[in-house]
């Protein structure tokens, strides 16, 4: 019954865009994508953007529950507000980037909750800490230029204690807390 409704739900959209009911790998345009994280210190609510984000989407929307994503986070682009941030974020309390230049998600397996919207389960990795993560996303398909491409939105919580985010001072949840938003809206073409 599930796997009818994927394909019901799913047959309009493929027939509007004219995507192949095959399996297609489409790549985030970082030009018009953003992966934005929010924090808050002392109480006071901050945010950042993680740049130069790499990532590919192989799926096939007639069938979503075998997508494959790849995603690669370099951390040393990070984009946030001071110089003075920054390098905290780079020490080796935090990020520490040195010696773990990028993060990563992968995901291989999706489960589609409406027609427009799925989750993906996978794995997130930072400071070479993975945990299982299930993103839901909301995609929307458009053509750009006579193509097919993928919009797809995001909002997760994370606990950064778990990546080992914030260790020695920065362990202490009361000036920052446990939990980071990762919102996620990009674009991916073929």
């Known amino acids: 019954m599930r796997k009818l409704f994927t394909k019901t739900a799913l047959a309009p959209l493929v027939l509007l865009t004219g995507v192949s009911a095959q399996a297609a790998v489409f ?8 992966v934005i994280f929010k924090y808050s210190y002392e109480g006071t609510p901050y945010q950042g953007e993680f740049k130069n984000v790499e990532a590919n989407f192989d799926i096939d929307i007639t ?8 995603v690669t986070i370099p951390i040393g682009d990070i984009a946030v507000d001071g110089a003075e941030t920054k390098d905290y974020l780079m020490d080796l309390e935090m990020f520490d980037v040195d010696q773990f ?12 909750l409406s027609v427009n919207s799925f989750t993906a389960e996978g794995s997130l990795t930072i400071r070479n ?3 299982p993560i ?3 996303f909301t995609l929307d398909i458009e053509m750009n230029d006579g193509q097919p491409r993928f919009h797809l939105t995001s909002e997760v919580t994370i606990k950064r ?4 985010v914030g260790q020695g001072y920065w362990a202490n949840t009361s000036t920052i807390p446990n939990d980071v938003i990762i919102q996620v809206d990009v674009y991916a073409g073929q």
């Open 101 to 112: 230049p990028t993060a990563s998600f992968q995901a291989t397996k999706c489960s589609l």
């Open 63 to 70: 069938n979503p529950g075998g997508c494959n994503f790849s």
């Open 161 to 164: 204690l778990d990546f080992g």
């Open 129 to 131: 800490q993975t945990h």
């Open 27 to 34: 790549n985030l345009d970082p030009a018009e994508s953003t």
């Open 134 to 136: 299930a993103f839901p």
